[in-house]
């Protein structure tokens, strides 16, 4: 009676820790929270006390007064903070909670291909820290390319590159394994940052990383425009040279220059990993293409640019910003089959 009761309260979960946004997936429930990795605190006593996660806290980003900071305490894909992570943890697991469960819940957590035995073990402890009972790790591309129903299992080759706010992850996944993998630390937070320095640089305004990824969003396209300017919004900011505020219009074309870097960045490591995999693997890829998951493949014409410089078929999974929690959750609804994807001990 008592191990139903508990089966019943279990909240057992899957997270997408991202650098930008954290989802969490619970059992039996989808996801039910994605919210900003953003977390605003006071300090008193030498003590961090949290004043707001999430949606709440983005919206104070650049704007606290001195007694008040609001950081993301991710960086990269990987803890920058952990203190205050780990706080970002908690409040996020009593709020898909809803301070009604006492189990403490099993908790699959992603992680990039690249994040080293120190930050794996930073995550690990934070969660644990936060209230799970367990603590198991997937690689960010193996959940992505579940999440996207890629035929993992297969003794044949799939692609998947993972664009997201701190890193691009390009893997190719054959038997239940990643065969190849390759994380660059460039992704959406690395485009907002290239729009910033490239107005400040070329147009003597200086706007807020919120504003960039606001303009991302509208007009930001890895391709120049066809008739030359495309579309086109009006900025606000602060002037480099007077220092009062300034309004400039600017347009698509404008945006491509400044997101020329990363987008290039991110093709390359695509070629990379394609000159580095096996023969027999390529040609798979050559039948089955590249599928684009995370947030930062919305990007208007990164598709394209990725297809005119790979020679291959780009597509775009369905829901790219879920695929990784989507993924992660798949393995959480059926853990004792699909353990062999976790990532080893940490």
């Known amino acids: 009676m008592i191990g139903s009761l508990l089966g019943m309260l279990s909240t057992d979960m899957a997270i997408d820790l991202g650098t930008a946004n954290t989802l969490v997936y619970v059992k039996g429930q989808g996801v039910k929270l994605d919210e900003p990795s953003v977390v605003a605190y006071m300090t008193q006593g030498g003590r961090k006390i949290v004043y707001a996660v999430g ?27 952990f203190d205050v992570a780990e706080e970002m943890i908690k409040h996020f697991i009593r709020k898909v909670h809803n301070r009604r469960a006492f189990v403490a819940p099993l908790i699959i957590i992603c992680v990039p291909s690249s994040a080293t035995s120190v930050e794996r073990r930073a995550i690990h402890q934070s969660a644990l820290a936060a209230g799970a009972r367990q603590v198991e790790l997937i690689e960010e591309p193996m959940a992505a390319a579940i999440g996207a129903n890629l035929p993992i299992e297969e003794p044949a080759g799939s692609m998947v590159v993972d664009i997201g706010g ?5 893997a190719v996944l054959s038997l239940g394994g990643i065969v190849y993998s390759r994380s660059v630390r460039v992704g959406g937070d690395r485009m907002d940052q290239a729009i910033v320095n490239y107005l ?28 030359g300017t495309g579309m086109a919004v009006t900025v606000r900011g602060r002037g480099t040279i007077d220092n009062v505020p300034k309004e400039v219009e600017i347009n698509e074309a404008i945006v491509a220059q400044a997101l020329a870097e990363p987008v290039s960045q991110i093709v390359d490591a695509v070629r990379t990993a394609l000159e580095a995999m096996p023969p027999e693997l390529a040609a798979d890829i050559v039948d089955r293409g590249i599928v684009l998951t995370g947030g930062g493949s919305l990007l208007r014409n990164l598709d394209v640019c990725i297809r005119d410089q790979a020679k291959l078929p780009v597509m775009l999974a369905d829901d790219p910003l879920k695929c990784v929690v989507n993924g992660c959750g798949k393995v959480l609804e059926n853990y004792p089959k699909m353990k062999n994807v976790l990532s080893p001990e940490v």
């Open 55 to 81: 949606a709440q806290a983005k919206a104070m980003l650049g704007k606290t007064p001195e007694n008040m900071d609001a950081i993301r305490p991710m960086k990269d894909g990987v803890i920058a903070d």
């Open 166 to 170: 701190g890193t691009s992850e390009v």
């Open 200 to 227: 400040r640089r070329e147009h003597q305004i200086l706007i807020g990383e919120m504003s960039a990824e606001k303009i991302k969003k509208e007009i930001g396209s890895a391709m120049m425009p066809e008739n």
